[in-house]
């Protein structure tokens, strides 16, 4: 494990063509298969290579939120301390994220009380490396959200910062660089994804305090810390009413919203300012949510798309989307392989663990790492006899073939729901008048009386 991990002190690290490579494998997957768009913001407030810098952000979503951070920062090799949850898939896995840079973190609740003796190696290797100038990212919330809301910071990565700043007799700069992760969509495949990054905050002005007060001094920054990060990231903090307003926000009603405040919806990292207002306003005002839950029980009990009310589909809809989907067939038989293999394996061992939230850290590394690899080896094998150089072709289109089968079962999925909506005739149309008029009593307690 130290081998993975430890940077000497005083040498510049190189990276090797085999880690660079890798990450730009992972980069053309994850921009062109996994996410339909990738942004990284605020890449100006990190600190420069070879500045001792902790990158502390919220954990949304399992090694998805790490590998956002591996993309976002290019001229160095990050380090990762992750929940070692992710360590005990299979011995293959294991051994690829120590070499990209991560290092187990065990917690009480998930391993056991025995098992936290084991953190002491990972935390004197981080220490160690943050005097010798490295970049550390770490999730202090000790696991990661199903939501979106910020959870509980342990104060590890405080006792480890410090640590280090002793080592070195309180001389070194530490950093601390606020981060978070944010997702237009937590499952499935083509949402976007965005690492948003915050000003950099220093621990040295701390240094002298902390010598003689270091639990205020830990907890005082830590408060400094959290509030950096949740100025970042959308934070809701009502978590009775979480579902009805994560449903307005997800909502034509948050669209218009979005573009009401002069935001793009269709741009995430607008997208999140105006989510962040629009929660904000939601919190801070008497809302009606009994009507809501009503609204969006309704359309749940009736697997209806919020889409639908506003396109509002017709017979005639429904006949081009089984044209597209019936001339389309042909490609969509082609594309099975590998897509079957793509989606079903990881969901199924996705399927086997309690915490569904690790279906994106399955699906993305088992899809990239062994099942594309793998067929494009055997597409090129069982073809290259008849086909010749053509296999070839057939074997790079496999990742697009995989996208455009996402696509083809989605319609599919569309189409249902469209004739699910037509099937509910009256019931649709009285659904959507209750819906509209909510809308509109928002609007007037939230917007227009709220906009000076």
């Known amino acids: 494990m130290r081998d993975f991990f430890f940077a000497k002190k005083g040498v510049k690290e190189k990276l090797s063509l085999g880690y660079k490579a890798t990450k730009a494998y992972f980069r053309l997957m994850i921009n062109g298969l996994y996410y339909r768009r990738y942004y990284s913001v605020g890449v100006e407030n990190i600190p420069a290579p070879g500045t001792p810098t902790l990158v502390v952000s919220d954990h949304q979503n399992c090694l998805n939120d790490a590998l956002a951070v591996l993309l976002a920062i290019n001229d160095r090799k990050v380090r990762f301390i992750a929940r070692a949850d992710a360590f005990t898939i299979n011995r293959l896995f294991t051994k690829f994220i120590l070499w990209v840079g991560l290092l187990p973190a065990f917690r009480m609740m998930y391993q056991g009380e025995e098992q936290l003796c084991k953190n002491q190696e990972t935390f004197r290797l981080s220490e160690q490396n943050l005097l010798n100038g490295c970049t550390i990212t770490i999730y202090p919330e000790a696991g990661h959200q199903t939501r979106h809301w910020l959870g509980f910071f342990s104060h590890g990565y405080l006792?480890?910062?410090?640590?280090?700043?002793?080592?070195?007799?309180?001389?070194?700069?530490?950093?601390?660089?606020?981060?978070?992760?944010?997702?237009?969509?937590?499952?499935?495949?083509?949402?976007?994804?965005?690492?948003?990054?915050?000003?950099?905050?220093?621990?040295?002005?701390?240094?002298?305090?902390?010598?003689?007060?270091?639990?205020?001094?830990?907890?005082?920054?830590?408060?400094?810390?959290?509030?950096?990060?949740?100025?970042?990231?959308?934070?809701?903090?009502?978590?009775?009413?979480?579902?009805?307003?994560?449903?307005?926000?997800?909502?034509?009603?948050?669209?218009?919203?979005?573009?009401?405040?002069?935001?793009?919806?269709?741009?995430?990292?607008?997208?999140?300012?105006?989510?962040?207002?629009?929660v904000a306003r939601i919190q801070a005002e008497d809302i009606p949510f009994d009507e809501v839950r009503a609204v969006r029980e309704e359309m749940e009990g009736l697997r209806l798309e919020d889409r639908q009310f506003d396109r509002q589909p017709t017979v005639l809809n429904v006949v081009g989307q089984a044209l597209l989907l019936l001339v389309t067939l042909p490609l969509a038989v082609l594309a099975i392989w590998p897509s079957v293999?793509?989606?079903?394996?990881?969901?199924?061992?996705?399927?086997?663990?309690?915490?569904?939230?690790?279906?994106?850290?399955?699906?993305?590394?088992?899809?990239?790492?062994?099942?594309?690899?793998?067929?494009?080896?055997?597409?090129?094998?069982?073809?290259?006899?008849?086909?010749?150089?053509?296999?070839?072709?057939?074997?790079?289109?496999?990742?697009?073939?995989?996208?455009?089968?996402?696509?083809?079962?989605?319609?599919?999925?569309?189409?249902?729901?469209?004739?699910?909506?037509?099937?509910?005739?009256?019931?649709?149309?009285?659904?959507?008048?209750?819906?509209?008029?909510?809308?509109?009593?928002?609007?007037?307690?939230?917007?227009?009386?709220?906009?000076?």
């Open 159 to 278: 006792r480890m910062a410090f640590e280090a700043a002793r080592m070195s007799g309180f001389e070194k700069e530490i950093f601390i660089l606020p981060s978070c992760n944010h997702y237009s969509k937590y499952h499935g495949l083509r949402n976007d994804m965005l690492v948003r990054f915050g000003k950099p905050i220093s621990l040295k002005p701390y240094y002298e305090r902390f010598q003689t007060r270091p639990r205020t001094v830990r907890r005082e920054v830590n408060n400094l810390v959290r509030a950096r990060i949740r100025e970042l990231m959308l934070d809701v903090t009502d978590l009775e009413h979480y579902d009805d307003i994560d449903f307005l926000r997800r909502s034509r009603f948050g669209s218009d919203f979005a573009r009401f405040v002069g935001k793009n919806p269709d741009v995430l990292p607008e997208r999140l300012k105006a989510d962040r207002e629009l």
């Open 341 to 452: 293999l793509c989606w079903v394996i990881p969901h199924h061992y996705s399927n086997k663990m309690e915490d569904n939230m690790f279906e994106g850290t399955l699906l993305l590394p088992i899809d990239v790492l062994v099942i594309i690899p793998l067929s494009f080896v055997i597409t090129v094998l069982a073809e290259w006899h008849w086909l010749g150089a053509w296999s070839l072709v057939h074997a790079f289109a496999l990742p697009l073939l995989c996208v455009f089968e996402w696509y083809w079962c989605r319609l599919w999925k569309r189409m249902c729901a469209d004739i699910r909506y037509l099937k509910a005739g009256n019931r649709a149309k009285e659904l959507k008048d209750k819906r509209e008029l909510i809308f509109t009593k928002l609007k007037s307690i939230l917007l227009w009386t709220n906009k000076k």
